[in-house]
Structure formats: C-alpha cells, structure tokens
C-alpha cells in the first residue's frame, strides 16, 4: 500500500507560479501523474511521468506545466506557471500499482491518491 501526502498549492494570480509536492510512502512508484478537478467535472489528467522520466502533458498545460520526480526524497512535484484562471481546481497526485504498465492520463489508470489540493487562480 503506498500513501501519498500532498503539499502546495494556494491562491495565485493569473501568470503567476505555483508548485505542488506529493510526498509518497514507503517508497516511490514508477508511474505517477497529476490530475484536476472542478465542482461537477470529470477529473482530468494534467501531467504523468514514469521512473525513467518519460512525461505526458494534457494539451492544455502544456509549456506551462513541468512535472518531476525525486527518486532520493520520494518525490513527486507540479512546477505550474503562466497560471490562468481555467487552472483553478483541486489538484491530486495519482500513482499506479507495481503490477501495472505506465500509467497515461486516465483515472481508471491510478490506484493510489493523495488527499488534494486546491489551487485558485484569481485577479
């Protein structure tokens, strides 16, 4: 069983920054992503990454969003810039078991979540 812990997050205004952690235990799975949501929405894949560093970004965020891990702090992190208001939600960093493949931008992907973060990009 592996428990995420998340931290960051905030109230930002539009093209400002924000960075968001998830701390896992006991250890680091290789495949993690960032997911969204909003108040009656399907929440969405933002960012994934697996061990050797491969990234997939939901076209929405990207060239604004960088996602990255570290393997010594057991360590997932969602560096977020140029933030624009349509970025407001509840942020959850995801990440699949040992017996699966690399994990993509689904929800159905995932096994373990973290507790959520709200970011809230605002003027």
């Known amino acids: 069983q592996v428990q995420l812990v998340q931290s960051g997050g905030g109230s930002v205004q539009p093209g400002g920054s924000l960075r968001l952690s998830c701390e896992a235990s006991?250890?680091?799975?290789?495949?993690m992503a960032w997911f969204r949501q909003t108040p009656g929405t399907q929440r969405e894949g933002v960012a994934s990454i697996a061990s050797d560093r491969s990234k997939t970004y939901a076209d929405s965020v990207k060239g604004r969003f960088t996602i990255s891990r570290d393997s010594g702090k057991f360590a997932l992190y969602l560096q977020m810039d140029n933030l624009e208001p349509d970025d407001s939600a509840w942020y959850y960093c995801a990440a699949t078991r040992p017996s699966r493949g690399r994990g993509g931008l689904l929800v159905s992907e995932y096994d373990y979540w973290g507790q959520g973060t709200q970011v809230t990009v605002s003027s």
């Open positions: 006991p250890y680091l799975p290789r495949n």
